[in-house]
């Protein structure tokens, strides 16, 4: 008996799709090669697929027709996309949409799907996801014909799988690494002019001190060099380059104000702290400070040291840069003295925050500012990325 393709089929697919990438997020997060470790690509389709399913969930409660179920799904994929391998997926979402619409077999909603996804690309690159999407088509096409959803489903499953595993003879780099990816540092519409400017005069390719070994990647630290970890913050990248990842993550850098409150605003007092964990001095429990380590712990780390919004390593591991330019504000004092500081207000300068692993406990607290160019790389400087808050009612 045929299999329906009907709202019920939607939600099942979206909920087993959104289960599947959760296991699987940090495994394909871990994989990124081309052409830069961007290590997060699992998770950008994570949360795409999250915000599909649960616009999927919340139509489920008036009884949606088939149509209007898969038009949910690809308008939450849409809205919540992240990323480029993100955005991708829901162009291919939105192409099975408007043939499901169209009263078409999946077949033909694979093939539009496909088509939407490459359309939505300005270099589509022979290698990657959009050849796995040409190949699922092409395999389920093969099916002219064929009633059942369920048996077109699963060849084009079998021809997307076969697509995935030839990938890597299709894309140099992952020839070389041996695994598929997506990112980069090639797409202007990520970077800000100068930033774009800049990357094409000076050939940025990856952070400061990297570069590629046959698959794998090598940093070069206090002159040793060893493959980069990939559960450490990165480091030794430009306002630029933080600016741009966030950007293609569908995030944004936080402004100095927004992490200030991460890092000093206790809801349950309402005060600011003058440390993430409270007002005692920073310990070896609490930070990354004092050279103690010469390098940034792993992402995660220091739990002692968390704020009261749950973030954690605000101080030590990098600098972190953010999306405001060093300007004077109301109460704003100048620290340790005017002229380390004051003179350079107003300049092209950007904001960093946080201190890093080599800084001194007794210079470093939630209120200090840094400050350098937006080309600066050698500095021990990173980043972490925000979003806006959603507003619920």
């Known amino acids: 008996m045929p299999h329906p393709l009907d709202a019920a089929a939607v939600r099942t697919w979206c909920a087993r799709a959104l289960d599947t990438l959760g296991q699987a997020r940090e495994t394909i997060d871990a994989i990124n090669v081309y052409p830069v470790a961007d290590a997060d690509t699992g998770t950008n389709?994570?949360?795409?697929?999250?915000?599909?399913?649960?616009?999927?969930?919340?139509?489920?409660?008036?009884?949606?027709?088939?149509?209007?179920?898969?038009?949910?799904?690809?308008?939450?994929?849409?809205?919540?996309?992240?990323?480029?391998?993100?955005?991708?997926?829901?162009?291919?979402?939105?192409?099975?949409?408007?043939?499901?619409?169209?009263?078409?077999?999946?077949?033909?909603?694979?093939?539009?799907?496909?088509?939407?996804?490459?359309?939505?690309?300005?270099?589509?690159?022979?290698?990657?996801?959009?050849?796995?999407?040409?190949a699922a088509a092409d395999a389920a096409e093969a099916l002219a014909g064929e009633a059942d959803p369920a048996v077109v489903a699963r060849a084009a499953w079998a021809g997307a799988r076969q697509a995935l595993a030839d990938t890597p003879g299709q894309l140099g780099v992952l020839a070389e690494a041996g695994v598929v990816d997506a990112g980069g540092y090639d797409e202007p519409r990520w970077w800000h002019p100068r930033g774009w400017a800049y990357v094409r005069e000076h050939g940025l390719r990856a952070p400061l001190f990297w570069r590629r070994d046959g698959g794998t990647w090598l940093r070069r630290r206090f002159g040793h060099v060893e493959p980069v970890p990939p559960e450490q913050p990165v480091m030794h990248v430009c306002w630029y380059e933080a600016d741009a990842y966030a950007r293609w993550a569908g995030r944004r850098l936080p402004t100095e104000a927004e992490w200030?409150?991460?890092?000093?605003?206790?809801?349950?007092?309402?005060?600011?702290?003058?440390?993430?964990?409270?007002?005692?001095?920073?310990?070896?429990?609490?930070?990354?400070?004092?050279?103690?380590?010469?390098?940034?712990?792993?992402?995660?780390?220091?739990?002692?040291?968390?704020?009261?919004?749950?973030?954690?390593?605000?101080?030590?591991?990098?600098?972190?840069?953010?999306?405001?330019?060093?300007?004077?504000?109301?109460?704003?004092?100048?620290?340790?003295?005017?002229?380390?500081?004051?003179?350079?207000?107003?300049?092209?300068?950007?904001?960093?925050?946080?201190?890093?692993?080599?800084?001194?406990?007794?210079?470093?607290?939630?209120?200090?500012?840094?400050?350098?160019?937006?080309?600066r790389r050698q500095i021990f400087a990173g980043f972490r990325t925000a979003r806006d808050a959603e507003v619920t009612d």
């Open 45 to 134: 389709l994570y949360l795409t697929v999250e915000s599909a399913a649960q616009a999927v969930e919340a139509a489920a409660a008036g009884d949606p027709t088939t149509v209007e179920a898969v038009n949910a799904m690809a308008h939450g994929a849409l809205i919540g996309a992240r990323g480029n391998s993100g955005t991708i997926l829901a162009q291919l979402l939105r192409g099975m949409a408007e043939v499901v619409g169209e009263g078409g077999d999946l077949a033909t909603a694979l093939r539009r799907a496909a088509r939407s996804a490459n359309a939505a690309v300005a270099h589509p690159v022979a290698g990657t996801i959009l050849t796995v999407a040409e």
């Open 260 to 375: 200030e409150k991460a890092a000093r605003h206790d809801p349950a007092t309402g005060r600011s702290r003058r440390h993430p964990w409270g007002d005692d001095t920073p310990g070896p429990e609490h930070a990354n400070l004092g050279q103690r380590h010469l390098e940034p712990a792993p992402a995660g780390a220091y739990p002692a040291g968390a704020a009261p919004c749950g973030a954690r390593q605000l101080l030590g591991d990098v600098w972190e840069w953010t999306a405001s330019d060093f300007t004077g504000y109301p109460g704003f004092t100048a620290f340790p003295y005017d002229e380390y500081s004051k003179v350079f207000l107003g300049g092209d300068y950007k904001v960093l925050r946080g201190g890093a692993f080599g800084v001194d406990p007794v210079a470093c607290r939630a209120t200090f500012r840094n400050w350098d160019h937006p080309i």
